[in-house]
């Protein structure tokens, strides 16, 4: 074989050789991408989880402020009908005052809790909730005697409260000119009722849950 051949042979074997480095290495790198890419969709689906977390926190959160006396009825199956029927307690009555007090005190409170919730984290499943609300206030005379008779408890909800109680603005202004009146508390309440009424009628806000925001933000 002459010089010439054994060059061109030579010459040849040496670019499919560098053919052959190139594939390889083109082929590492798509490998390289694919896992890349994995990694990026890897963290995307991370961030998105993250970002639900608070969607996934304040779902069963709302479930448990809006349902947690539940256990208590199961418990205590007699006080059920003081918070369901509008059955009033009358001397006699199986159970006590003081225990439909208090448990209309813890129903209550679990339902400011979750107003504020409502009111501070748009994620909270607020129309779930108020609905809840309505139902046992609008059933239930020891929840709605024990918000008028301590409405300086619910500095932030109490005008939420009584919308979700009552049906129209009517009766909701009566009530508010009724707390105005009362003569058993301070004059700085007394104010601060007057202020509520005169919101309640010049505001335009529809959906109760903003007075609860609107008194959240005032308060800061």
């Not at 052959?20 to 890897?42: C, P």
């Not at 979700?164 to 004059?187: F, S």
Request: hydrophobic share 40%.
């Amino acid at each position: 074989m002459g010089i010439e051949a054994l060059i061109g042979v030579l010459g040849f074997m040496g670019t499919l050789l560098l053919v052959i480095v190139g594939l390889l290495n083109f082929s590492i790198f798509r490998k390289q991408l694919r896992i890349a890419k994995e990694q990026i969709d890897t963290a995307v689906r991370q961030l998105e989880i993250a970002q639900k977390q608070p969607d996934l926190y304040l779902i069963p959160r709302a479930v448990t402020e809006s349902s947690n006396h539940l256990r208590l009825f199961v418990e205590r199956p007699q006080l059920r009908q003081y918070f369901y029927s509008e059955a009033r307690w009358k001397s006699g009555d199986e159970v006590s005052l003081d225990e439909i007090r208090a448990m209309a005190e813890l129903i209550l409170n679990n339902f400011a809790s979750a107003l504020m919730h409502s009111a501070a984290f748009p994620e909270y499943p607020v129309r779930g909730v108020d609905r809840v609300i309505m139902f046992h206030l609008r059933r239930s005379p020891a929840l709605r005697e024990f918000l008028l008779e301590n409405f300086e408890r619910f500095p932030f909800t109490g005008l939420t409260l009584l919308c979700l109680k009552n049906e129209t603005r009517d009766q909701v202004e009566t009530d508010l000119r009724q707390l105005a009146e009362a003569r058993d508390v301070d004059d700085s309440e007394i104010e601060r009722r007057k202020e509520l009424l005169q919101l309640y009628k010049n505001s335009g806000i529809r959906e109760p849950i903003e007075f609860t925001s609107y008194s959240m933000k005032r308060r800061r």
